[in-house]
C-alpha cells in the first residue's frame, strides 16, 4: 500500500503543478497515470507545438512545459504510479481512500485530486472506406514528431486549432507547400491562425480547399494518393505522402465515470466557488476532466484550480492547524522530506 497525503490522478501539466502547490504547502502527492510517460496531451499529442498563454512564457513548447512543471515538483519528492489506469476508489472508515489500479497498485490517502484530463482519447476519424489500411502508413491522427512531414507532400483536414497550427507550421517551416482540407469555409479556430492561413495562401505556401473532402485513399504498403471532392467541381486524385485529418480527440472518461461522481457532458461537476471539489468530500477535480459555468479548458486555468483544491486538502489532512500563505519570494520553495 503506497501512503501520502494527495493522490494525484493525471500526470498533465495540472497533476504536475499540483504536486509543487501541495509541496509549499508541506503535502506529499503521489501520481497516478494511464501512460508511461508523464505530461498528458503536451506529451502525447503536441509535444513540438508552441503556447502562447502561459504567463510569463511568450511561447513555449508543449513538450518544454511539462520539463520544466517535472523540474518545479522535484524538491518535493512526488511519488509516480506510471502505465496503470486508476480503475476503482474506496472510502475508508476513517475518511481516506484507496485507489487501486488495473494492475492492482494500492494507494491511500486522505484526500484525492482528479486530474485525469480528457480521460482516454481517441482521435476522431474520417468516415472512408480502407483508412484502417494506410493508419501509420501515411495517414496519421496526432503529429508526434514534426520532422517527420518536413518537406514531404503533405495534406492536412479539419477547420479547428489544431489543423490550422499545424497547417501554419509546416507552411512555413517545409520546403513545400502544404495542402488544407475543410468542409466549409467557416474555421473554428482562433481569428490570428485564419488570417495567418489566408496569408500563407497568398505566399503559396498553403493550397487551401474549402467545401472539400478527402473521400478516397489509395496505395500500396503505404498511402500514395488522395482523391479530393470540392463542390462543384470534378474530383481529383492528388499524390501524397502524408494526409493528416486533425479532426479533434473524443473523451472518454473511462472508470472515473463510475465512481459516484456527479457527471455533466462527460466532464466532473465541482463546486467552482470553493475549492473544486466534487459532490463526494474529500474527492476534487482539477484542470479538463471538471466542469462548471463558465469552465474554460486551458492549461492556466488548471493551474488556478489546482492551487485552490489544495488549500482545502490542508485543510482535511491538517484540521487543527491554520496555514498562513506565504508568497514563494518570501517562504521559498523549500525542500520536502518524504512522509511515507
Ligand atoms: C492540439 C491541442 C492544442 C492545445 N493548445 C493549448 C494552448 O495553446 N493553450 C492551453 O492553455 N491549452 C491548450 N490545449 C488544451 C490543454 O492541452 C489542456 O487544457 C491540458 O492538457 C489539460 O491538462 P490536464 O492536466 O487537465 O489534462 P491532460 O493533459 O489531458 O492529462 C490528463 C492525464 O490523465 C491521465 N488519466 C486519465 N484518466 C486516468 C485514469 N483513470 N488513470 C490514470 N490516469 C488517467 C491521462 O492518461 C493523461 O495523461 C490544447 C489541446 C490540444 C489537443
Known amino acids: ?173 517545409s520546403e513545400l507547400p502544404v495542402g488544407l482540407v475543410h468542409r466549409s469555409d467557416m474555421f473554428r479556430a482562433h481569428k490570428d491562425s485564419v488570417d495567418r492561413v489566408y496569408q500563407l495562401q497568398e505566399k503559396w505556401k498553403i493550397e487551401l480547399y474549402t467545401h472539400a473532402e478527402i473521400k478516397k485513399v489509395s496505395g500500396g504498403s503505404q498511402l500514395e494518393s488522395i482523391e479530393l471532392h470540392q463542390k462543384e467541381r470534378e474530383p481529383k486524385t492528388i499524390d501524397v505522402d502524408y494526409w493528416l485529418p486533425l479532426f479533434g480527440l473524443s473523451p472518454k472518461l473511462g472508470p472515473i465515470g463510475n465512481w459516484g461522481l456527479e457527471i455533466e457532458k462527460n466532464a466532473i461537476k465541482v463546486d467552482h466557488t470553493l475549492d473544486y471539489q466534487t459532490n463526494t468530500p474529500g474527492v476534487f477535480a482539477v484542470g479538463d476532466v471538471n466542469t462548471y459555468p463558465g469552465k474554460l479548458k486551458l492549461i492556466l486555468c488548471g493551474f488556478h484550480e489546482a492551487t485552490l483544491a489544495v488549500q482545502s486538502c490542508y485543510k482535511i489532512i491538517n484540521p487543527d492547524k491554520k496555514f498562513t500563505m506565504k508568497y514563494t519570494t518570501v517562504q521559498g520553495v523549500q525542500g520536502f522530506e518524504k512522509v511515507v
Open 1 to 173: 500500500m503506497i501512503k501520502t497525503d494527495i493522490i494525484i490522478i493525471g500526470a498533465g501539466p495540472v497533476g504536475l503543478f499540483t504536486i509543487f502547490e501541495a509541496g509549499l504547502m508541506k503535502l506529499h502527492c503521489h501520481v497516478i497515470d494511464a501512460i508511461p510517460q508523464i505530461g498528458g496531451q503536451l506529451k502525447e499529442i503536441y509535444p513540438k507545438k508552441p503556447i502562447y498563454d502561459i504567463p510569463g512564457f511568450p511561447s513555449v513548447l508543449a513538450g518544454d512545459l511539462i520539463d520544466n512543471l517535472e523540474k518545479q515538483a522535484e524538491p518535493f519528492q512526488p511519488g509516480f504510479t506510471l502505465g496503470e489506469r486508476a480503475e476503482d476508489i474506496e472510502k475508508q472508515e476513517d475518511g481516506s481512500f484507496i485507489v487501486t489500479t488495473n494492475e492492482g497498485t494500492q494507494h491511500q490517502a486522505p484526500s484525492v485530486i482528479i486530474a485525469g484530463g480528457l480521460g482516454s482519447f481517441e482521435p476522431r476519424k474520417p468516415l472512408v472506406e480502407n483508412l484502417p489500411a494506410f493508419e501509420k502508413k501515411g495517414i496519421e491522427y496526432m503529429v508526434r514528431e514534426p520532422e517527420l512531414f518536413l518537406n514531404k507532400r503533405l495534406f492536412i483536414s479539419g477547420g479547428g486549432d489544431s489543423a490550422l497550427d499545424w497547417a501554419i507550421y509546416f507552411a512555413e517551416n
